[in-house]
Structure formats: structure tokens, C-alpha cells
């Protein structure tokens, strides 16, 4: 007898316990991205970022009445962890990720948020397929699609600098070479020039001036490179070693300040593109404060992306009123946002509209904008 | 217990480290800006610490050598290790294995689908360590490329469903075939080679199938991998996500199973023996009539189409594949595992398993400290078992009169 | 014909890079038939103890000249401390042990080193200081052939040439061959194997520091993975040339270093690597013991 009695306390102060539970639920968004091993300076940035905005929208009373609670998972840039670490944010109840950073970990980990019916926002993830082919409608992302970008690329190289003849170099690596094809692509289609050399360089090798040699025999005016810095700063150094003085244009991957620390004086004259310079933008300069305030340090590669993913994504649950994805895609579509990148909100594919790019000049050691 | 002259070893010791890890730990520099961090604490940590791991080593070494002496006089019985007869008795073996597999059958209802997930990979490296140990620590021949194969399955799901449509169960088979395949490929010019040429060859052999499948866009979309793999039907019947991970853990198990059960066979083939034999001393084993050419091969082949199945189960699991799963440290790891766990030993591989998968995913709370630890285990657990955790005992045989 | 001369050049200084490195590796091999694979890490934690000595001394303000000397040595000292230590902690225990487990310890070294560099220092690259002074005589030729270049390939032929006369002729070296020859009877006849084994270390080790500071100084900058991946193409120069024997692995080096270069320069350099584990494939099946090691002879 005594012990129905007590379970049937029991029973009570657990509903109840529920009950007060579900009052005051809190919202959880994951956030995913590498945040140990050496893309950790890619991923950390914009968990910061996550973690800064979370804290303003809590410290004015949550979205709705009801707090937000960040799941943060790592996932080193590795499409197999990256896996994993979507189904774990799924089973511990994330309803929305910001993330994943690197679109191979992306492409992994978005069946499983598809499946499970969560929507994304990646800051940094910039393949064209992951929104062009269509088959993620839960994806969205606040970084402009690598197309856009080898397209201001070829742009700027055909018209500004006006080459005639164009190698093409890349890191064989996904971003790189994904990037590098599409340049080849626009400057095959706008009939201005032809691309003299198509090539990867292996990573981490000790040495390029093979392929240096080739790019000059092959009479290029300008180069194109697809990939991070530490690739072209290598290229770029053995390239004025060998008294090669051509333009060289290069993606977001080179438009960072350890480029020039690397490239030392060889980085003057190089061309980047990276995104829109929001520098004056003061939703841009509280945030970059609040950063300098809490880390002590400048705040690091897709800091401003994963700000803007973060405002537009609570945004969207506030407005939206639940997480269902329809719902909150509705929003994203058709309400503008201020974010770092100025007012942005969405097209049908989950492309940012808003966010553009800029063509860069290392200037006296420094990126200065030339177009 | 502990003499003079150990202390003074000690403070030898960690003044040498001191001095060792002074330029990496205690100097910082930034050569850009021409700035200097001197983190002086470093250094006295490295000191001590490294001073009282020696003197706790010599402490545990003079208590083993005490117990040695006592043993010796008959004073205290010797107290047997980890004996793996004591688990062959029905009375231990049989209730043991049925909670190891009520554990695995319960699993999916006791954790979260993020640990199953876990499992799944752990499983699909036990597949792998099982093939591996084929080659490696049946048949004696040093493979370091042995992921070539891993990727051979994967791509070969990959790319037969989305060209064909081709689903799970029909690419099992082809993967473990082409990985076979790939073996021969591989096992013919090297033949020739022994021991380490043969390590080489092999890991330039991993490294050329993950550069072909890097560069050859056309063929396999290249660095941005293969998306939108199919998990594995079941007759056609729609899954949740959830429900389609706990099936193809089951799916794992029942791979697990398989593989236990026809590599322990092939261990006592007449085939098994062979590669015994050769392991052992391969002129030897040429005189006495083995052909070596096909034991060897078949040791390829074979230790390469379980590496093509577990590809496939790779494919289906995350989905996605891509050229960057592939690299020379998956094959040292299955590598490790192998030899960690005991060569030549299927409890060891499952040991070695769960030791190198499990440990470092349980351990991600200490984020960078991780692979540190998991370098430095991989040194400790070899300069102190350097047969392995699990070793195997001869099967010797015995004439009754 | 400007264009092959500049590839042979090119090659040349990626042969003599790996040269370097390939020395230590079929070193230690040939006397104690161990694949060393944290090898590529000392020399990387070489080329970083650079970084940081060149720095700390550009700031004391001492003259060119000290600095790369001074330089140089504090990472030969370095690099050999750190070679003497790993084989005193994770080989010379698993000296009669089973054949693989020094080849895992040696695993497990390499990435325990790789991530001590990471977590003491960074993740991130790391601008390496131009030591080399630019060469005012090579500028008509600048197109061709950089000074560091030069510098490289002179700094590997004298190395090679003292690591020769130091094996050929010195008691030391005597006693390193007798160890390679056969342990134990060395130890019979009197040689302190040990000491010889930790010599071989310390003197590998020295180099592949020195060739740090020159193939970062040639590069420009440095971060902790560098070692794993010149370590790799390293070690298949030296089989490639023959594993355990010294010429054989500097030919070896320069075979590779001229095959990926004309794999670049004529065909394309996305499968410059394909191309290199191929020849080593091809060169093994014609001769198994590369291109200048004897085969072993068998006695049963």
C-alpha cells in the first residue's frame, strides 16, 4: 500500500516536474564546426560568434519567453566525424545548427538534418551544390557561393586587368579546385580569353618551381588560384623569385592577414577577393568589440558570417514562432535582417541576398579594396 | 625504497627535459612583429613532472623486482596474467558471451543514436582490423596501405549508385570483390618485395588510389566527393532516420559476426596454415612444398575484400565519400589496432578496437590534448606489451598413446 | 632547351631537400632495420627550433651571418637532443622485441611530437625568416636558379661528404658499419652498441635539423605538419635508392626530385605523386633492394 502511495508521489512530482519543464524549455540550436586540430582558427570564430549573440538575445529574456541553449559539437573538418556529430545534435534535441564550416563535413552531415527535419546555416560552407542542386531545402548559408566568387574573379581579371591569357592554378583540395573549375568555366564562356594552364600543386610540398616554370612558359599575364594561403604565398614567393612579375588573383581562402605575415613582401600587388568590407557597419563593429573584449584578439576568419547566421536564424524562430523548417523559411525569404553584411534575407535556394564580394589589393602591406 | 642515486637520476632527468622542450614550450615567438613570449612556468612543470614519472617508475620497478625475488624463494605463488584458457572453459566462456551479446542486442535501446553511431564506426574498424590482421599479423606481410582498399568498396558504392542506381546489398558483393581485385593488383608486382620494401610499395600504392581519385574529376567528382549515398533497404520499406541507423547497426553486428566466423575458419584452413608458415619463415615454408605465390596473393585477396565491404558499409553509413577519408593515418591506425591488440589474434583486434576507436571519442572532452594522448598511449602500451594486449597462444598438439 | 635546364634545376633542389631528410632514414635503417617515422618530425621540430633561434637572436640584433650560424647549430642541437630522446624512450626498450612494434611506437612518437609542436606552439603557418642571403652573382641567372636553391644543393653535397669520409674513415663510423653489419658480433668484438645506436641518432637527427632550416628558409614558412609529408616522400627516396645505404639515398632523392619535376613540367603536376610512387613501384619490381642496395643474402 505505502509504496503505491509513494509512487504515485512520485508519478506527480515528475509530471509536474515536467510540467514546470516545458514552461520555460529552453530553444536548443547546435552549433558545429572545428573547433580542435588545425581548422580550429576557421571554426572557432564562429562559434564565438554563436555564443555572443545567444547571450545578447537571453540577457533580453530569450526568443518568446523561452531561453536559448547552444549545443556545441566539433567536428575537425571531417565529413565522417561530421556525420556523427549531426546525428548527436539531433538526438540531444538541436533545432536548428549553425554550421557545419567546411563543405565537405557539411555535405556529410545534411541528409541527417534533412531527415530530421532541422534547418541549417552554415556561415562558411561555400560549394555551389549544397544550395544549387536543390536536394537541402533546409540549408541556408550567410557566405556567398563559390560560383559568385570565381565569377568577381574572372570579372575583375578580364576587365580590369584585361589578361588575355590565364593560368589557372589550384590545392586539388575541394574549395580550391571547385573554384578554380568554375573560373575556367566563365573565362571559356566570355570568349576574352583563353586559359593557357590548368593545374593542382600538391599541398605541402616542398617545393613549387616546377610548376612556376611551367606557368611561365606557358606566357600567362595573370594567374588564378583556387586555395588557401599557405599554397599561394609559396607560389607567390617562388614566382617573384623567378622574377615573374604577372597579377595574381586570388579567393577568401588568401584574403587573410597571415597571407601577407607569410608572403612577407612578396604578398604586395596580390589580388584576393573576400567578402564586402563592413568594417563601418555598426552592427559589424559592436560585435568585432564585444569579441576584442571577451578573447582579448581580432576576431578570425567567418566572424561576421556566423554573427549574421546567428541574428537571421533567431530571428527567424521568433518570428516563425516554432522551428519547423517551413515556417522559418518563410521568414528567411521574406524578411530583411540587419546583420554585419547590412540588411540580408534569402532567395528560394537558401543564397544569401545581400552579402556580395569585393576585389582586394595588397597595399603597403595591407588589403585595401580596389573594387 | 627509493636511493640516493635515484633521486639524483631524477634531477638529471628532468633538468635534461628541461632543457629538451626549452626552445618548443617556453619560447614564443611572432617573427613578423619581432616579439618574444617567455613562458617560463612550462619549464619548471616539464622538470618536476618528468622527475616524478621516473621516480614513480623506479618505485613500481623495485616492488615488481621485490615480488620477483619472493616468488623466487617460494615465499609468494606467482599470480597468472590475463589468461585467455580460463575464458575457453564452458562454465566462464558461454555465460560471458551471452552478456557480451545481449549487450551489443540491447544497445541501440540503451544509448542515443549519436552512440550507436559511434559503435557503427568502431564495428566497421573491427571488420577492418579483422582483414588487416589477414595480411598483416597471420600472413606476415607489412601493409600500409591497406585503406586503398577501404576506399576501393567505398568509391564503388558511390559510384555504382549514382550512375546505376545500384543499391546496398548488390554492392556488398562488388565491393568486396573489386577490393579483391585491387589485392591481386597489388599483390602481383610486389611479390618480389620483402618486409619493409613491401611497406613501401604499399602505402605508395594507398596514396596513388587516393590521388587517382582526387584527380580524376571525371570519374569520381574528385575532391568534392560523392553525395546522397543510399543506407541500406530493408525490402524496401521506408525508415526513419533513427530507424535506419539501428538497422544498419544490427547489419554491422551481423558483418562482425560474419567476419569472426570465416576468419577463424580460414585461420585452420589448410590456406591458414599456409600463411602461418610463412609468417614464420617463408624459405622454410617454400620447401616444404607451399606455394608461395598464391598463398601470398590469396592473402592479399583476401585481406583486401574485407576492406572493400567494410568501404561499402563506410559509404552507406555517412552517405558521403570523399577522397580526404583515405589518408595514410587511417592505414596506420588499422595498423595500430592490429598490433596493439595482438597480432594474429581476433579478441586482440576486437580489443585493439575498442581501445583506439572508443578511447579517443569518448576522450574529445580533452579536445587538443586527444591525439597527444593517443601518440603517446600508442608508445607506453608498446615499450610495455610490445606482443600486444592480447596474445595469442600457439594451438600446439599433443599425441595421445 | 631553357625550359628543360630550368626543370633539371628545379628538381635538383627538390632532390637535395629530400636528400636531407632521405639520410637520416636509411641511416637508422641500416643499422637497426627500423622504419623511423617520427624522423620527418625531427626534422620539423629542427626547422621550428630555427624559427625560434632566428628570431630571439634578429631581436638580440646580432649580424647576418651569426644569426644563420648561430642558427643553425642551436637546431642541429636541438633536433639531435630530440632524436637521441625518442630513441632512448620509445626504441631502445623494443629492441628484441616483435618486428612491428617499433614501427608502432614509431607511429605513435610521430604523432605525439606532431601535436606536443601544435599545442606548444600553433596550428597556424608560421612566416619563416629569409635566412639566405641573396646571392648578387646569381641575379643573371635569378630566373633559372635561386640562391637558396644553390645554397641548398652546395650545404647537402658537403653534408653527404663529411657523412662519407666520417663513416669511411673514423672509429666511430667503423663501428657503425660493424653494428650494421651484425649486432652481435659487434657487441662480442668490443663496439658499445648502444652508443653507436644513439651516435647514428644524434648524427641523422643533426642533419635533418639542418636541412629544417634550409628547406624552410627556401619556402618561407613552417607549421607542425610539414615533417609528415616531406618525411613520406623522403623515406621513398631512400628505398628507392636502397634502403640502408648512404649514395643510395641521395641518388634515390635526386631520382625522385627530377621525376616529379618532368612529371610537372611535361605532363601535369595534379599527378606529380602518382607519378613518384610509380617509379618507386616499377624500380622495385626490377630491383627489389632499389637501385643500390644488395640484396640480402639468405641463409636457411
Known sequence: ?371 | MLTVKDCRQALILGLWFMFLTFPILVIKVNPVEKTVVWRWPNMLWVGGVSACVYLLSRVFLARRAARQERIRLGLEKESKGLNLAVFRQPKVCLPLLGGVALFFLAFPALFSTYQLNIMITALMYVVLGLGLNIVVGVAGLLDLGYVAFYAVGAYSYALLHLHFGIGFWTALPIGGLLGALFGLLLGFPVLRLRGDYLAIVTLGFGEIIRLVLENWGEFSQGPSGISNIARPGFFGLEMSLDGSITYLYYLMIGMVLFTIFVVNRLQDSRIGRAWYALREDDIACQAMGVDKTRTKLAAFALGAAWAGMAGVFFAAKTTYVNPASFTFLESAIILCIVVLGGMGSIVGVIVGTLVLILLPEYLRALADYRMLAFGAVLVVMMVFRPQGIVSTVRRTYTLHR | ?300
Open chain 3, 1 to 300: 632547351m631553357d625550359y628543360f635546364i630550368e626543370l633539371v634545376f628545379s628538381g635538383l633542389t627538390r632532390g637535395s631537400i629530400y636528400a636531407l631528410i632521405a639520410l637520416g632514414y636509411t641511416m637508422v635503417y641500416g643499422i637497426i632495420g627500423l622504419i623511423n617515422f617520427a624522423h620527418g618530425e625531427i626534422y620539423m621540430i629542427g626547422a621550428f627550433t630555427a624559427l625560434i633561434a632566428s628570431t630571439v637572436l634578429n631581436i638580440l640584433g646580432l649580424p647576418l651571418y651569426a644569426v644563420l650560424i648561430l642558427t643553425a647549430l642551436a637546431a642541429a642541437v636541438w633536433a639531435a637532443a630530440y632524436g637521441y630522446t625518442v630513441e632512448r624512450l620509445a626504441y631502445r626498450p623494443l629492441r628484441n622485441a616483435p618486428r612491428l612494434s617499433p614501427l608502432i611506437s614509431a607511429i605513435g612518437m610521430s604523432i605525439f611530437l606532431q601535436n606536443y609542436v601544435m599545442l606548444a606552439q600553433t596550428s597556424d603557418f608560421q612566416p619563416f625568416p629569409a635566412l639566405i642571403p641573396e646571392f648578387a652573382f646569381l641575379e643573371p641567372f635569378a630566373a633559372v636558379v635561386g640562391s637558396t636553391d644553390l645554397t641548398i644543393l652546395a650545404v647537402s653535397a658537403l653534408l653527404l661528404l663529411l657523412l662519407t669520409l666520417l663513416i669511411k674513415y673514423t672509429r666511430t663510423g667503423k663501428a657503425m658499419r660493424a653494428t650494421a653489419q651484425d649486432q652481435k658480433m659487434a657487441l662480442l668484438l668490443g663496439v658499445n652498441v648502444d652508443r653507436v645506436i644513439s651516435i647514428t641518432f644524434v648524427v641523422g637527427s643533426a642533419l635533418a635539423a639542418v636541412g629544417g632550416l634550409l628547406i624552410a628558409s627556401h619556402i618561407g614558412q613552417i607549421n607542425f605538419s610539414i615533417g609528415f609529408i616531406a618525411g613520406i616522400k623522403a623515406f621513398t627516396a631512400a628505398v628507392l635508392g636502397g634502403i640502408g645505404s648512404i649514395p643510395g639515398a641521395v641518388l634515390g632523392s635526386f631520382v625522385l626530385g627530377l621525376t616529379e619535376a618532368f612529371a610537372t613540367g611535361y605532363v601535369s603536376s595534379d599527378y606529380e605523386d602518382v607519378f613518384a610512387f610509380s617509379l618507386l613501384v616499377l624500380i622495385l619490381i626490377f630491383r627489389p633492394a632499389g637501385l643500390l642496395g644488395k640484396a640480402a643474402v639468405e641463409k636457411v
Open chain 1, 1 to 371: 500500500m505505502k509504496s503505491i502511495r509513494i509512487y504515485a508521489l512520485l508519478t506527480a512530482f515528475v509530471l509536474a516536474a515536467c510540467a514546470t519543464a516545458t514552461a520555460v524549455e529552453p530553444i536548443k540550436i547546435g552549433v558545429a564546426g572545428a573547433h580542435s586540430g588545425d581548422l580550429a582558427s576557421y571554426g572557432l570564430p564562429s562559434l564565438k560568434a554563436a555564443q555572443l549573440v545567444v547571450k545578447d538575445i537571453n540577457d533580453k529574456g530569450g526568443i518568446n519567453g523561452a531561453p536559448v541553449e547552444l549545443l556545441v559539437e566539433d567536428d575537425a573538418c571531417k565529413p565522417e566525424i561530421a556525420a556523427n556529430t549531426a546525428a548527436k545534435l539531433v538526438s540531444s534535441g538541436a533545432k536548428a545548427v549553425i554550421g557545419h564550416i567546411c563543405s565537405g563535413a557539411t555535405k556529410a552531415a545534411l541528409p541527417i538534418y534533412r531527415d530530421a527535419k532541422v534547418l541549417v546555416i552554415s556561415p562558411s560552407a561555400t560549394t555551389p551544390a549544397l544550395t544549387q542542386s536543390g536536394e537541402y531545402p533546409n540549408f541556408y548559408r550567410t557566405i556567398a557561393a563559390d560560383d559568385a566568387q570565381a565569377k568577381a574573379e574572372v570579372d575583375f581579371t578580364l576587365a580590369t586587368l584585361k589578361a588575355k591569357k590565364i593560368a589557372v592554378i589550384h590545392d586539388k583540395g575541394d574549395y580550391g579546385k571547385g573554384l578554380a573549375e568554375f573560373a575556367k568555366t566563365f573565362i571559356e564562356q566570355s570568349g576574352q580569353a583563353e586559359v593557357v594552364l590548368f593545374e593542382g600543386v600538391t599541398p605541402g610540398a616542398v617545393d613549387y618551381s616546377a610548376v612556376v616554370q611551367k606557368i611561365k612558359r606557358s606566357a600567362a599575364d595573370a594567374v588564378i588560384f583556387g586555395g588557401y594561403h599557405p599554397e599561394a604565398s609559396k607560389i607567390v614567393g617562388q614566382m617573384r623569385q623567378k622574377r615573374m612579375t604577372i597579377p595574381f588573383v586570388s579567393d577568401d581562402g588568401v584574403k587573410i592577414d597571415t597571407f601577407i605575415q607569410l608572403a612577407g613582401k612578396d604578398a604586395e600587388g596580390v589580388y584576393a577577393t573576400g567578402p564586402a568590407d563592413v568594417s563601418h557597419n555598426p552592427i559589424t563593429k559592436e560585435y568585432r568589440e564585444k569579441f576584442k573584449k571577451a578573447e582579448g584578439a581580432e576576431p578570425g576568419a567567418f566572424f561576421d558570417n556566423a554573427v549574421a547566421a546567428a541574428l537571421v536564424l533567431t530571428n527567424a524562430i521568433a518570428k516563425a514562432g516554432t522551428t519547423e523548417p517551413n515556417a522559418m523559411a518563410k521568414v528567411l525569404r521574406s524578411e530583411e535582417v540587419a546583420t554585419p553584411f547590412g540588411n540580408i534575407k534569402f532567395d528560394a535556394k537558401g543564397e544569401p541576398i545581400g552579402i556580395g564580394f569585393s576585389i582586394y589589393q595588397v597595399q603597403n602591406g595591407q588589403f585595401t579594396v580596389v573594387q
